[in-house]
């Protein structure tokens, strides 16, 4: 296989996101008089988008009487703060530059929803990454582990599934590539360890952004 696409997962992947998901977490559940969080527990939250990281740090998940306005509350805090500590991974910048410099398709697939994944993406990868897309509000379109969003970065880019690779740190990210019919390469610097990847199939891995290139033609 010729690789010409990289599809990148954002959290935990490109960039490290936690520390101001979890602080709209605890803000939202404080605003609702519900237990807070440690940052270890929020870690093990994410990777599923963030209606589910809610529904795992709100007291009985979305049968709680106020679980909606607790998410509404996450939401509004979370797009003012979400620049607030994230930053990109050490080595991812240079990563992206040099896959573009070589000519090589970029795209983020993220089940952060929307507004959230474009704006992270056009303050931290302004011409580095090509196509943006997060969890998709549109009647039909399925957040990952399915396809649909892959399918939708592939189109806008104009290219193919047959030539491209998928970039994640989770066991969603794995699912996500086996059911978009492409090969998944697991990061290590991200919100889960290699012992729970390989539980999850993950079979090819790199410990640093850099090593992605030494993969290339």
């Not at 066991?171 to 290590?188: E, N």
Request: with cysteine; hydrophobic share 40%.
């Amino acid at each position: 296989m010729a690789i010409r696409t990289f599809i990148f997962d954002l959290d935990g992947t490109l960039l490290d996101t936690l520390g101001d998901l979890a602080a709209s977490v605890n803000y939202a559940l404080q605003a609702h008089n519900m237990p807070t969080h440690s940052i270890d527990n929020v870690r093990r939250f994410v990777g599923n988008g963030v209606r589910l990281l809610m529904e795992r740090a709100v007291p009985d998940g979305a049968s709680n009487p106020q679980f909606d306005a607790a998410f509404a509350t996450f939401r509004q805090h979370y797009m003012a703060h979400s620049l607030d500590t994230t930053r990109p991974y050490e080595g991812i910048l240079e990563m992206l530059r040099v896959l573009r410099q070589r000519g090589y398709r970029t795209a983020v697939v993220s089940n952060k929803f929307y507004a959230a994944t474009q704006e992270l993406c056009h303050h931290f990868f302004p011409d580095t990454i090509e196509v943006a897309i997060g969890e998709h509000e549109a009647e039909g379109i399925r957040k990952k582990p399915a396809p649909d969003t892959v399918i939708e970065a592939l189109h806008q880019l104009g290219e193919r599934r047959e030539d491209a690779v998928y970039v994640g740190d989770s066991d969603v990210d794995i699912a996500t590539a086996a059911a978009s019919g492409m090969p998944c390469i697991s990061v290590l610097w991200g919100f889960r360890d290699r012992q729970f990847l390989m539980e999850h199939g993950a079979s090819r891995f790199i410990s640093q952004p850099l090593e992605l290139l030494t993969l290339l033609p």
